[in-house]
């Protein structure tokens, strides 16, 4: 009598290729942490900069209104600032291995697909984990403290992880359609800094008017930062806002979330295969 051997479903199958697969790609770029430290560094320095820039040079000059502080109400703005500008590690590194040939010796190897792509995206998260820790000891040595539960709190760090990480597919598909460093950080500049500066991170959005105030009430980064700084407890008795993605952050964030990453999944994943084609 023969043994009985289930059969494992196809789709199935290569869902736990990808990720196996995926998780050795993530390995590999997580041992630059070690082997080029000063990378890790320059990560690092950034949010601290900002941090102690916006506290303490604008910090007298911008009153958020209520009773918050403004160095306590800056946080969260920062935090989602970091996480936002760390997406680009994403498309910056893959760029960087296309143009080195690393991926192109990935491609000769009987690896799933997209396994370079889950292991670039899940690598670049640690970093992300690592901005938020040194940002939050950082503001807790200028005057930020979390007002709400252990639980809320973990909602907000949860919550900056998956756009950041929805963000880093975003920036992994444009890498793949433009394979140069060069090009990837001017690109994600000229995009990602008036995502994040016309939005409520530094100032209000009742210093907004008009047709802006209506931009920044819809940007999901926006959003991000309102969600952090309810879960933070730092929002400091302001009045509620009138626009709906203010007054459901959460949702609208993950509505977000979820929208980058069933567009730019498949599209990522298939321009990483016609280009493995060329």
């Not at 209000?204 to 209506?214: A, K």
């Amino acid at each position: 009598m023969t043994a009985y051997v289930p059969v494992t479903p196809h789709g199935f199958a290569r869902l736990t290729s990808a990720l196996s697969d995926g998780w050795v790609v993530a390995q590999r770029n997580l041992i630059k942490i070690r082997r080029v430290p000063e990378v890790l560094v320059w990560v690092l320095i950034s949010p601290i900069m900002f941090v102690l820039l916006f506290a303490y040079v604008f910090g007298g000059a911008i009153n958020p209104g209520g009773a918050v502080d403004y160095k306590e109400w800056l946080i969260c703005g920062i935090f989602a600032q970091t996480v936002v500008f760390g997406s680009t590690f994403t498309g910056a590194g893959l760029a960087e291995d296309m143009q080195k040939g690393i991926i192109d010796r990935f491609r000769s190897l009987p690896m799933a697909r997209s396994a370079v792509l889950v292991g670039r995206t899940a690598s670049d998260v640690v970093y992300n984990v690592l901005s938020l820790l040194i940002m939050g000891l950082t503001g807790l040595l200028v005057g930020w403290r979390i007002r709400e539960g252990a639980l809320d709190a973990l909602v907000g760090v949860v919550l900056l992880l998956v756009f950041a990480y929805a963000l880093s597919w975003v920036m992994g598909y444009v890498a793949l359609l433009v394979p140069s460093v060069e090009v990837i950080n001017n690109a994600s500049f000229i995009v990602i800094m008036p995502l994040t500066f016309v939005s409520n991170a530094f100032v209000p959005t009742e210093s907004f008017d008009g047709v802006l105030r209506t931009i920044v009430e819809w940007n999901p980064v926006s959003a991000l930062t309102q969600a952090a700084r309810e879960c933070f407890g730092n929002t400091g008795g302001l009045p509620a806002p009138d626009a709906w993605p203010m007054q459901h952050p959460i949702a609208y964030t993950l509505g977000w979330v979820v929208l980058i990453l069933v567009v730019f999944v498949p599209l990522s994943v298939r321009q990483y295969r016609r280009s493995s084609l060329k």
